[in-house]
């Protein structure tokens, strides 16, 4: 069998709430040994986060830290600090989200842990990057606010909204684990370790996409539109008789397969429709014609006739409907990790060759201190 494409590789968590754990869990997903340093007592803050919560911790907590083992190291203790340099020294990356300048009072600071380890990739994620706004503890939340996230989120410029997931926090657990792959493909040329840097701030915006390129060529903030698309119609959400359904007509072509599914096709040919351009111009007008037609039916008979007619479309559901829909589609959108711990949203991304380690329960509090303090006196390479 083909090893995980991190087999080997011991990363030191140094990190806690979200974008960081994320990070790591998707090394460990990819086979690598992932040890999770937490302060004794409390651990990483999400183990509070709740409710809900399962049997033995926060649902928040168990997120984004499975597969991982967890030690408890007191770094104002000297021989627990002693215990944590050796872990930098052993260990192949390290991943911390502390205010910039904390761990160097312990010795583990980028230039200190090079020093003890040159071959060590060293990832850090912040708030607002290490410079000017070092200081600025980073919230999800207060990103969404000032990074303009929430500026193009809800129904109109007085109501701004964030998302309903800690959105940034995702992207930049996702840009971490890219920028450690890229700094592991590196070190395999070079020999040589570096220091990765995300901040939450330069994730967000550098996932703004078309919004962030519509400011940067008009010089006009984007405003927001709810469920609309700034440049596409329809492109949003419809009422019908029941619910609602998302349309997405991305081309002329697809507007025409939907104006004949509704039994509208001269919309197609009409001069306020019949190009993309001159649907948003006139969008409210379309909209008030199309949902005339669907408000005669319920969503589930519009989508069954608009995906016939090859028109991108679904009916909004929930998240316990999108699970629903993910099995029915046969993409096993989850994993079994043992009693007392719900199913794991399984790794994203299939492979035709590396294998995925199956996820195992997010470890309790200093589980593993006996395992990994008995490793870090012994001269062993793992775990």
Same mark, same amino acid.
């Given at each position: 069998?083909?090893?995980?494409?991190?087999?080997?590789?011991?990363?030191?968590?140094?990190?806690?709430?979200?974008?960081?754990?994320? !990070?790591?869990?998707?090394?460990?997903?990819?086979?690598?040994?992932?040890?999770?340093?937490?302060?004794?007592?409390?651990?990483?803050?999400?183990?509070?986060?709740?409710?809900?919560?399962?049997?033995?911790?926060?649902?928040?907590?168990?997120?984004?830290?499975?597969?991982?083992?967890?030690?408890?190291?007191?770094?104002?203790?000297?021989?627990?600090?002693?215990?944590?340099?050796?872990?930098?020294?052993?260990?192949?990356?390290?991943?911390?989200?502390?205010?910039?300048?904390?761990?160097?009072?312990?010795?583990?600071?980028?230039?200190?842990? !090079?020093?003890?380890?040159?071959?060590?990739?060293?990832?850090?994620?912040?708030?607002?990057?290490?410079?000017?706004?070092?200081?600025?503890?980073?919230?999800?939340?207060?990103?969404?606010?000032?990074?303009?996230?929430?500026?193009?989120?809800?129904?109109?410029?007085?109501?701004?909204?964030?998302?309903?997931?800690?959105?940034?926090?995702?992207?930049?657990?996702?840009?971490?684990?890219?920028?450690?792959?890229?700094?592991?493909?590196?070190?395999?040329?070079?020999?040589?370790?570096?220091?990765?840097?995300?901040?939450?701030?330069?994730?967000?915006?550098?996932?703004?996409?078309?919004?962030?390129?519509?400011?940067?060529?008009?010089?006009?903030?984007?405003?927001?539109?709810?469920?609309?698309?700034?440049?596409?119609?329809?492109?949003?959400?419809?009422?019908?008789?029941?619910?609602?359904?998302?349309?997405?007509?991305?081309?002329?072509?697809?507007?025409?397969?939907?104006?004949?599914?509704?039994?509208?096709?001269?919309?197609?040919?009409?001069?306020?429709?019949?190009?993309?351009?001159?649907?948003?111009?006139?969008?409210?007008?379309?909209?008030?014609?199309?949902?005339?037609?669907?408000?005669?039916?319920? !969503?589930?008979?519009?989508?069954?006739?608009?995906?016939?007619?090859?028109?991108?479309?679904?009916?909004?559901?929930?998240?316990?409907?999108?699970?629903?829909? !993910?099995?029915?589609?046969?993409?096993?959108?989850?994993?079994?990790?043992?009693?007392?711990?719900?199913?794991?949203?399984?790794?994203?991304?299939?492979?035709?060759?590396?294998?995925?380690?199956?996820?195992?329960?997010?470890?309790?509090?200093?589980?593993?201190?006996?395992?990994?303090?008995?490793?870090?006196?012994?001269?062993?390479?793992?775990?």
């Amino acid at each position: 069998m083909t090893a995980a494409p991190l087999d080997g590789i011991l990363v030191a968590d140094f990190s806690r709430v979200l974008a960081g754990p994320m !990070a790591t869990a998707l090394l460990a997903d990819l086979g690598a040994t992932v040890v999770k340093v937490e302060r004794p007592g409390t651990g990483d803050d999400t183990r509070a986060w709740g409710p809900p919560w399962t049997e033995t911790t926060s649902a928040y907590f168990e997120s984004a830290n499975r597969t991982k083992r967890s030690v408890t190291l007191d770094l104002r203790d000297a021989h627990d600090l002693r215990l944590a340099h050796e872990l930098v020294r052993r260990a192949d990356v390290l991943v911390e989200n502390f205010r910039t300048g904390t761990l160097d009072r312990y010795g583990l600071g980028w230039d200190q842990a !090079a020093a003890l380890n040159p071959a060590l990739v060293y990832c850090s994620l912040t708030g607002y990057g290490s410079g000017a706004g070092a200081s600025l503890p980073g919230y999800d939340f207060v990103i969404q606010a000032v990074g303009g996230l929430m500026s193009i989120t809800g129904p109109d410029a007085d109501h701004p909204h964030k998302v309903g997931v800690a959105l940034v926090d995702v992207l930049t657990g996702k840009d971490a684990a890219i920028g450690i792959l890229a700094a592991l493909a590196h070190r395999a040329r070079t020999g040589v370790g570096e220091h990765v840097e995300v901040s939450l701030l330069t994730s967000l915006l550098g996932s703004l996409a078309n919004q962030a390129s519509n400011w940067l060529t008009t010089g006009r903030p984007p405003a927001p539109l709810g469920n609309r698309h700034p440049s596409i119609a329809p492109y949003e959400t419809l009422h019908c008789a029941d619910g609602l359904i998302a349309v997405a007509c991305g081309n002329d072509g697809q507007f025409r397969k939907m104006a004949a599914a509704l039994g509208r096709v001269e919309l197609a040919d009409d001069v306020r429709f019949c190009t993309n351009a001159v649907r948003v111009q006139h969008r409210d007008v379309l909209v008030a014609i199309l949902e005339e037609v669907l408000l005669t039916r319920d !969503a589930q008979h519009w989508y069954q006739l608009l995906v016939a007619a090859d028109v991108p479309v679904g009916v909004v559901g929930d998240i316990g409907s999108a699970f629903e829909l !993910a099995d029915r589609l046969g993409l096993d959108p989850t994993r079994e990790v043992g009693a007392g711990h719900p199913p794991q949203v399984r790794h994203p991304i299939t492979y035709s060759h590396s294998q995925v380690v199956p996820p195992a329960a997010p470890p309790g509090l200093g589980e593993h201190n006996d395992q990994i303090r008995r490793w870090l006196a012994e001269d062993r390479r793992t775990p």
